[in-house]
């Protein structure tokens, strides 16, 4: 009876969607890559581990990836150098690479509160719009 009783509480708490505690919980954000553009379900995440389901579109004929920027400057106003996001002058907080056309890959990343810039940083991508922003709350 006691491990019913357990079982039931769990359950009761599943259900519910509370969670024990706020740094257990963990968020997952799809994003979609486009020929021109980064499409994110939700812009606005809290601080902790955040999961990227990441999915280039079919139509897409272009191998993408994933960069993850935390910065303050916007995301179409980061600095460039011959066709790329110059990556060594921002915080980067890691990426997805080769992702192709039709497929999905899925990446964790533990975020402080702040802003952030997803970009495609493949040679000339970003400069037609692969870029997007994220913002983290605490």
């Known amino acids: 009876m006691h491990t019913a009783h357990r079982i039931a509480i769990v359950a009761i708490v599943v259900a519910s969607g509370m969670t024990p505690h706020a740094s257990w919980a963990q968020q997952t954000v799809n994003a979609t890559l486009l020929s021109d553009s980064i499409q994110l379900e939700t812009h606005n995440v809290k601080a902790g581990r955040v999961t990227l389901d990441i999915r280039n ?16 400057l916007a995301d179409n106003a980061l600095p460039v150098g011959k066709g790329q996001v110059l990556e060594h002058k921002l915080k980067k907080i890691g990426e997805v690479e080769d992702i192709a056309p039709g497929k999905s890959k899925r990446a964790s990343f533990t975020l402080a509160p702040g802003h952030y810039a997803l970009i495609c940083n493949k040679p000339g991508h970003y400069a037609m719009g692969m870029h997007t922003a994220l913002v983290v709350t605490p």
């Open 57 to 72: 579109d079919a139509s897409n004929t272009m191998t993408h990836e994933l960069v993850v920027l935390k910065t303050d």
